[in-house]
């Protein structure tokens, strides 16, 4: 799995990058200058009527109902978990709270132990599958990375969920519904995102970011899946869009990331076929990317998508 190692560099740039994706978004920063792990407490942004969303490591999206309320990531370890379940309690209006993950990553999935007991725990078969292959892989991976990792996601057990779905599921909140739907393989197989129909709001998960350079971890992600995916979201336009990883915006971000990813998985393809090395293709694609994408935030990361591309079509 040495392709696992590529994505320490790529969630640095992201943690990196978010410092820097505009006013709209202050993160806070631990005394040594990084940026901080834990969820910010009491710094809850209103995205739409029933919308809330913690900016952080990741965007927590909080979907309120008069019935009940859907929690969308975890953060990172149990009292991150705590934190994002504590803000969801201060907005509730009813007493059912669900809990839903974008992909089983630990920043997504692994604060759940965090949550109450009570909580319905939803998220996607596919999902669920990967999660019990290569969840505490992941957890191991993150826990090394730092001594402040590894404190956070001391002891982590994924619990069975309450709830799965095939392709799609709608949950009644009272009120507002979410629309919880899984498109395919992207960054993960089990990618979910969460449309709150009434408010227009799609929240994304890793699948449409904001100026971000697609992040493929390891084989369980495709690029060429990721921009069927993206091309089955184009018809649909949302006034608001959520991202994880980045700062929230509005349908303009599906056309802006399905641009980007088929051009550069076209020249990838394009310069595999004329013979070009990987690592040749990507020092051609860095500058250029660069130079057609200046604003994107993490284009140094572009020499692993070419190196995962090159190993999905060889
Ligand atoms: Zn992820």
């Given amino acids: 799995m040495t392709s696992l190692r590529t994505y320490r560099t790529v969630l640095v740039f992201t943690l990196t990058?978010?410092?820097?994706?505009?006013?709209?978004?202050?993160?806070?920063?631990?005394?040594?200058?990084?940026?901080?792990?834990?969820?910010?407490?009491?710094?809850?942004?209103?995205?739409?009527d029933h919308v809330f969303a913690i900016i952080g490591f990741p965007n927590i999206g909080i979907v309120v109902g008069n019935r009940a309320t859907l929690v969308v990531d975890t953060g990172l370890g149990p009292r991150n978990g705590a934190i994002a379940a504590r803000e969801a309690q201060k907005l509730s209006r009813g007493s059912v709270l669900y809990l839903t993950t974008t992909h089983y990553h630990p920043e997504h999935a692994a604060g759940e132990g965090g949550f109450p007991p009570n909580t319905l725990?939803?998220?996607?078969?596919?999902?669920?599958?990967?999660?019990?292959?290569?969840?505490?892989?992941?957890?191991e991976m993150f826990s090394s990375r730092s001594a402040q990792m590894k404190e956070l996601l001391a002891g982590v057990k994924f619990r069975a969920p309450d709830i799965t779905f095939d392709r799609e599921i709608t949950l009644d909140l009272g009120g507002v519904t979410a629309r919880l739907f899984w498109m395919g393989q992207a960054h993960t197989k089990g990618d979910e995102l969460i449309d709150v129909e009434p408010d227009s709001t799609l929240i994304s998960g890793d699948v449409v970011q904001n100026k971000l350079v697609p992040n493929l971890p390891d084989d369980n992600a495709s690029l060429k899946s990721w921009v069927e995916v993206l091309s089955k979201l184009r018809p649909t336009s949302w006034q608001h869009i959520v991202p994880d990883h980045s700062a929230p915006g509005d349908s303009s971000l599906i056309e802006q990331n399905y641009q980007f990813f088929s051009q550069l998985e076209a020249r990838i393809l394009e310069l595999k076929r004329q013979g070009k090395s990987a690592d040749e293709a990507a020092q051609i694609l860095l500058a250029e990317f660069k130079a057609k994408y200046p604003d994107w935030s993490n284009l140094?990361?572009?020499?692993?998508?070419?190196?995962?591309?090159?190993?999905?079509?060889?």
Avoid: C, D, W
Avoid at 20 to 29: N, Y
Avoid at 121 to 139: A, D, S, Y
């Fill in 121 to 139: 725990l939803v998220r996607t078969i596919e999902q669920q599958k990967e999660l019990e292959q290569r969840g505490m892989q992941f957890v």
């Fill in 17 to 48: 990058a978010r410092l820097f994706t505009g006013s709209a978004i202050v993160m806070g920063r631990a005394p040594q200058g990084l940026p901080t792990l834990m969820l910010p407490e009491n710094q809850v942004t209103q995205v739409s």
């Fill in 300 to 314: 140094n990361a572009i020499p692993n998508v070419v190196k995962h591309v090159y190993s999905e079509n060889a």
